[in-house]
């Protein structure tokens, strides 16, 4: 049964959205365990217009302010653990979406990457194409590898850029899962068919 987590090389670079893109590929479940930041919509309720509202598990934790875990749950007079959290257990694919990139405190100890290793879900990154991904991305592929969290492949998101492209399944020994770019209007559930032809899970279905 496929389970992934899908993680990025920083804020906002895109993993909702592929989120949203392989939990509808991979008809799997959708579970974000941290939420930091609830307006305008969570994380969740974006990704409600895009699978059934029965594949949409509740957070572990909802904080209401758009920071780090560990600075929301301060502010709301809470500590998050790793003992806090499990991977539920569905009948059928799962999808867990972290929160940030893979150094983001979740306390004053534990890290994002400490709770990927914890629930022993290979891993998405989900990163820009364009000019700076080089350091990000390989840096968080060095990181994953550190902690033996295996590493799927990569998603792009942006315009296409060969070079960069190039350069990281050389320097990251990673292959491309897929290539996102941006639009407005924004991608809907509408897109799929064209969705699904930039993308090659065939490293995450096996």
């Known amino acids: 049964m496929v389970k992934v987590f899908v993680t990025g090389t920083d804020t906002d670079v895109g993993k909702t959205l592929v ?3 392989l939990s509808a590929l991979l008809e799997a479940y959708y579970w974000k365990p941290v939420q930091a ?20 598990l509740p957070e572990r934790h ?14 709301e007079g809470r500590r998050l653990g790793l003992a806090d959290f499990s991977l539920p257990e569905v009948n059928g694919p799962l999808l867990v ?3 940030g990139g893979l150094m983001v405190p979740l306390n004053e100890r534990e890290l994002m990457i400490d709770l990927m290793v914890q629930l022993g ?13 080089l350091n990000h991305t390989l840096l968080s592929l060095a990181m994953l590898k550190a902690r033996a969290v295996p590493c ?3 998603v792009l998101v942006g315009e296409p850029h060969s070079e960069n492209e190039q350069d990281l399944v050389h320097f990251g020994a990673v292959p491309i899962l897929g ?28």
Request: charged fraction near 20%; hydrophobic fraction near 40%.
């Open 121 to 133: 879900l290979p891993a998405v990154l989900v990163a820009r194409s364009g000019l700076g991904t």
């Open 19 to 21: 989120s949203c893109v």
């Open 179 to 206: 290539r996102l770019p941006l639009r407005d209007p924004p991608w809907t559930p509408a897109d799929m068919p064209r969705l699904r032809a930039m993308f090659d899970l065939r490293p995450i279905t096996g």
């Open 37 to 56: 930041g609830t307006v305008p919509t969570t994380d969740r309720q974006t990704v409600a217009g895009w699978v059934p509202a029965a594949r949409l």
């Open 97 to 99: 979406e972290g929160a």
């Open 62 to 75: 909802c904080l209401q302010a758009p920071m780090s875990p560990n600075q929301a749950a301060r502010r």
């Open 152 to 154: 799927l492949g990569l």
